[in-house]
């Protein structure tokens, strides 16, 4: 059959065409379509099209007269293929006419084979990505070959695709399944060619260990870190990379913070020639190992080889914020909190594909410091990172209690949770928080006549975080992170403290929305992935029931718990924490954290995730 002169002649005889089209290669040919039919693909730098040689030949075509359009897709983007990859040689499917008519003729079944691979949003659930093959099918292996060539050079090209990169697994994250969660989506690494390196890890701490005792040089050779497992495991990560290679000062705090370390407003900074002396591990937090480190005076933590001198001295750079470097996490824990507020879905094959894909959005990094464990203890800063929640009283009392219940997998945290309301415990606190100019008239931002005027704008005006967020792609607030880019608060004569004192059911910092299948919408359902803020959410002391309308208000899609008159909820930068009574601990990232007194501040934008942000 011969169309368009002499251009294209059917898919058992035609040869691909290459032409230039500007600077990209326009290739076309007639091929098989696997459950489509005899189609026409042309390559150009968007991606791949294909058009039916015979509509007729489409069984859905026309019924009755009745046209129909046909559902298939028709193309893919070039940025929404991973792999190319050449199959060994096997039938193609065809739609029932072509099938009778090519066994008329006498025609081979059986053809060479290259598959697409690719993705789809999925319709009922936008934020769900799902897998897209396309088998195509001809009688020659060279032209085969040549389109599997042709698309790969194409992929090649194709900006901020991971080559190589790090992967940890916890096997027993979540319900025990992060073995099998891995084995789901390894396959799309290796279609994609990514080389791995994959550790499997044997107990709590030893990602901690590998990411902050890996080179420089090493870190470097990687495009990023994956996390197989729940939001502690990540955060043991991102701990790793950043307890010893962000420089940056103490977090600021107010003129009578007693164990702010010099005067108020001026920081120490992260020093890697300082010595450090190890003490033994504090076996109440969670965190092996950066309550370990006895920090001198400055206290920050740093790195030494057996004969004492130090790794970051001989070492490569390894900069904090990096461009270059993303974290990604696949997600097989308990709560997977930072995967739903980063990609809208709680999937391992989603976050396979926006890794593979090499999709990229900034992620806000609080930063604790605490001082003292108790309130006899020396002053012993240790810092811990943070990426999306720190929170005292319920949060971290939820968090205790579900450690002992850890065996029952998820639901622990429920049945904690329960046991923990019952009690409904309540912390003497100070805390004391910077003010931001927004805090005057942003409607965002709680307390006071601010609360009231967010609720006379209702729920509507939620500017919630989605995929190329504008909020998080400005540059109002902080122009960079820490000390290189100048925090607002940086010139101690701009900065103002505000002060809640009281009693507290809870006290929560977050830093992104904290989205979860427990609290749909998310715990602040505006906070954003890099907007510069820590939400802070002071809950007050308040009657059991109200308490309750509050939780359900959380557990509810589309609810407002922060609409109560006991809760708090101030937009900052930075603020500090001291217990005035008995105590309860900080649940870091779903981790147990002591602290009697602390200190704490956002980096903006300091990590990049392999994620694209929800879509929904
Ligand atoms: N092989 C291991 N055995 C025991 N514990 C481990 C191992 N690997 C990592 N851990 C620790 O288990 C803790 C919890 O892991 P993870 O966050 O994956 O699960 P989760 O608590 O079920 O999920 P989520 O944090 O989402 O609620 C982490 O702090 C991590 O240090």
Redesign the pocket.
């Known amino acids: 059959m011969e169309r368009d002169g002499n251009d294209y002649i059917t898919g058992d005889e035609s040869e691909p065409r290459a032409q230039f089209d500007g600077e990209a290669s326009v290739l076309s040919s007639n091929l098989f379509l696997d459950h489509v039919g005899e189609v026409t693909l042309t390559s150009n730098s968007n991606g791949l099209s294909w058009k039916l040689v015979d509509s007729l030949d489409n069984d859905d075509s026309t019924c009755l007269g009745i046209k129909f359009v046909s559902k298939v897709a028709t193309e893919i983007k070039l940025s929404d293929i991973y792999a190319v990859e050449l199959i060994h040689h096997g039938s193609i499917h065809l739609p029932r006419l072509q099938e009778a008519r090519r066994r008329l003729l006498g025609h081979e079944h059986e053809m060479y084979r290259f598959v697409v691979h690719g993705v789809q949003r999925s319709k009922s659930q936008p934020s769900f990505w799902v897998l897209a093959v396309y088998t195509f099918g001809h009688k020659s292996l060279q032209t085969c070959q040549l389109w599997v060539n042709h698309l790969n050079a194409s992929l090649s090209r194709e900006l901020g695709r991971p080559r190589n990169l790090l992967v940890f697994v916890?096997?027993?994250?979540?319900k025990g399944n992060g073995y099998r969660t891995w084995e789901t989506v390894a396959p799309i690494f290796s279609r994609a060619k990514v080389n791995l390196k994959v550790i499997v890890?044997?107990?709590?701490?030893?990602?901690f260990d590998m990411m902050s005792s890996i080179s420089n040089k090493e870190l470097n050779f990687y495009d990023g870190v994956v996390a197989v497992?729940?939001?502690?495991?990540f955060n043991?990560i991102l701990n790793g990379i950043l307890s010893l290679r962000h420089k940056a000062p103490n977090p600021p705090t107010p003129s009578d913070f007693i164990h702010s370390v010099g005067e108020s407003g001026s920081f120490l900074v992260h020093d890697p020639n300082e010595t450090v002396a190890e003490s033994a591990p504090n076996s109440e937090d969670?965190f092996p190992l950066l309550s370990s480190q006895k920090l001198i005076e400055s206290g920050f933590s740093n790195s030494r080889t057996e004969d004492g001198s130090n790794n970051i001295d001989k070492d490569p750079e390894f900069p904090i914020p990096n461009e270059r470097f993303r974290f990604g996490i696949i997600p097989?824990?308990?709560?997977?909190a930072i995967v739903m507020c980063t990609t809208g879905a709680r999937d391992p094959i989603t976050s396979a594909l926006q890794i593979v894909l090499g999709k990229k959005v900034r992620l806000d990094i609080a930063q604790i410091v605490r001082w003292k464990t108790t309130p006899q203890s020396e002053v012993e800063p240790s810092v811990r990172y943070a990426a999306s929640f720190a929170g005292y009283g319920f949060y971290g009392d939820v968090i205790k209690e579900s450690e002992k219940y850890r065996w029952m997998g998820?639901v622990r945290y429920d049945y904690a949770g329960t046991q923990v309301f019952v009690r409904h415990r309540s912390y003497e606190a100070e805390i004391a928080y910077l003010k931001v100019k927004s805090e005057d008239n942003d409607s965002t931002a709680g307390g006071g006549q601010q609360v009231s005027r967010k609720r006379a704008l209702g729920k509507s005006e939620k500017c919630v975080c989605r995929v190329n967020c504008r909020v998080c792609s400005s540059n109002a607030i902080q122009k960079d992170t820490g000390v290189t880019g100048g925090t607002p608060y940086s010139r101690p004569e701009e900065t103002r403290w505000l002060k809640s004192k009281g009693r507290f059911l809870s006290i929560g910092a977050a830093i992104i929305s904290c989205r979860n299948e427990r609290a749909p919408d998310g715990l602040v359902a505006d906070a954003h992935l890099s907007d510069g803020f820590l939400h802070l959410i002071l809950i007050k002391d308040c009657p059991h029931a109200s308490y309750l309308w509050h939780l359900t208000q959380l557990a509810r899609k589309g609810g407002n718990p922060l609409n109560f008159k006991f809760v708090e909820h101030h937009k900052t930068l930075a603020f500090t924490f001291t217990s005035l009574g008995n105590e309860s601990v900080w649940n870091v990232d779903?981790?147990v954290f002591l602290a009697h007194q602390l200190s704490a501040q956002v980096f903006r934008g300091l990590i990049s995730l392999f994620a694209s942000g929800p879509e929904v």
């Open positions: 916890h096997p027993r994250s979540g890890t044997q107990r709590a701490g030893h990602a497992g729940g939001d502690g495991f043991e969670q097989a824990g308990s709560t997977d998820p779903g981790e």
